[in-house]
């Protein structure tokens, strides 16, 4: 942590979420940690509130995603193991309950790429492709991010136990990739932004169209009412 600038995460974190948080109506996020021992009691947590408050994850904007991951940097001591299945699983609960095509879920994962559980993972994946879900993975750092780029699953698609993910459901972008030697600035904001959503319209699509949903009708245009006004004389 340094007081005059954020860190690589904070960076990542609000260059992706700035990208992405227009996407949502109310821009009431859950934010969650993982890989932490939690105070009092020091007990290790793969799904953690930011904000501290597991009945209230929400954290208004990005914003408040950042403010609440600083203040819990300061409270939580970072410990390993780095699992990522609780994380997908919890966000896959809310998406397996809303299966009408009227909301659609992105988890975004900012993370160096080390990760423990990586077959829990793959299984986490797979489920959550029959779901109206999108995983984006923004490796942080100078880490070798293969299996990240595996559970990517561009070139092969992802599986567990023999069984392959429905649809290609994650994105994974190195954000060092997109920043300057000194890594404090962004080389091109449109670049990134262009990347980190490049899969989620047809992720989106692909998800309706095997579900057979189709859009609302739009709304009718707004036409302004008129008032004619008649004078007799």
Do not use: W
């Not at 940690?33 to 904000?51: C, M, V, Y």
């Not at 709304?219 to 008649?230: M, N, R």
């Amino acid at each position: 942590m340094n007081p005059y600038q954020l860190n690589a995460y904070g960076m990542a974190l609000k260059a992706v979420g700035e990208i992405v948080q227009d996407y949502d109506s109310d821009k009431m996020f859950p934010a969650l940690g993982f890989g932490a021992k939690l105070p009092p009691d020091g007990r290790i947590s793969h799904e953690f509130a930011l904000n501290g408050n597991p009945q209230n994850p929400y954290c208004a904007g990005i914003d408040g995603v950042m403010e609440a991951y600083y203040r819990s940097l300061k409270s939580v001591q970072l410990y390993g193991p780095t699992n990522f299945a609780p994380v997908i699983n919890h966000v896959a609960r809310y998406a397996a309950s809303v299966k009408d095509g009227s909301q659609y879920f992105v988890l975004l994962i900012v993370t160096d790429g080390v990760i423990s559980d990586m077959a829990q993972t793959k299984e986490s994946i797979v489920n959550a492709s029959k779901l109206p879900m999108s995983i984006i993975i923004v490796g942080v750092g100078p880490a070798e991010f293969d299996a990240m780029v595996e559970l990517d699953g561009d070139d092969v698609r992802v599986s567990s136990r023999g069984k392959y993910a429905e649809r290609d459901i994650v994105q994974f972008v190195p954000f060092r990739d997109y920043i300057d030697r000194s890594g404090n600035h962004i080389l091109s904001m449109a670049r990134l932004a262009k990347d980190v959503l490049a899969e989620i319209p047809e992720q989106f699509l692909s998800y309706m169209r095997a579900r057979g949903i189709k859009p609302s009708p739009a709304p009718p245009p707004y036409t302004p009412s008129t008032h004619v006004l008649q004078t007799q004389i």
